[in-house]
C-alpha cells in the first residue's frame, strides 16, 4: 500500500489550504479501509486530526480542528482531501496520512503511512 500526500505550505493565519492523499497498491477493495490524517509538531505528540471511512464517508474529528477542517473522499481516484479553514500558527507540523480497517485514534494502530507535508501558518 502506498499513500501519496500532497498540498502543505505556508498560509497565513485565517487562511486555508487543501491538503490530499492518493492510495495505491490497495491489498483489499478500498471500501475495507479508513484514510485518517495526523500532525506532529516539533517537540509535540503526533495528533490525529481528521478521519474517514471510505466505506460510508463516515468522519472523525479532532476538537482542536472541528468546525474548520472538513475531509471528503474521492472513491474513483482512491484519494482524500482535508480543507483546512480558519488556519491558525498552532496548526503548523507535519502532517502525515494513514490507511488502516478503522478510523483508530491510536495512530500506532495504523500500518500504512505517507510520507509528511509540511504545513506553515505563519504571518
Known amino acids: 500500500v502506498q499513500l501519496q500526500a500532497s498540498g502543505g505550505g505556508l498560509a497565513q493565519p485565517g487562511g486555508s489550504l487543501r491538503l490530499s492523499c492518493a492510495a495505491s497498491?490497495?491489498?483489499?477493495?478500498?471500501?475495507?479501509?479508513?484514510i485518517g490524517w495526523f500532525r506532529q509538531a516539533p517537540g509535540k505528540e503526533r495528533e490525529g486530526v481528521p478521519c474517514i471511512r471510505m466505506s460510508d464517508g463516515g468522519t472523525n474529528y479532532a476538537d482542536s480542528v472541528k468546525g474548520r477542517f472538513t475531509i471528503s473522499r474521492d472513491n474513483v481516484k482512491s484519494t482524500v482531501y482535508p480543507q483546512m479553514n480558519s488556519l491558525e500558527p498552532e496548526d503548523t507540523a507535519v502532517y502525515y496520512c494513514a490507511a488502516d480497517a478503522s478510523c483508530y485514534s491510536d495512530y500506532t494502530l495504523f500500518d500504512y503511512w505517507g510520507q509528511g507535508t509540511l504545513v506553515t501558518v505563519s504571518s
Open positions: 497498491g490497495l491489498t483489499l477493495a478500498l471500501h475495507y479501509y479508513a
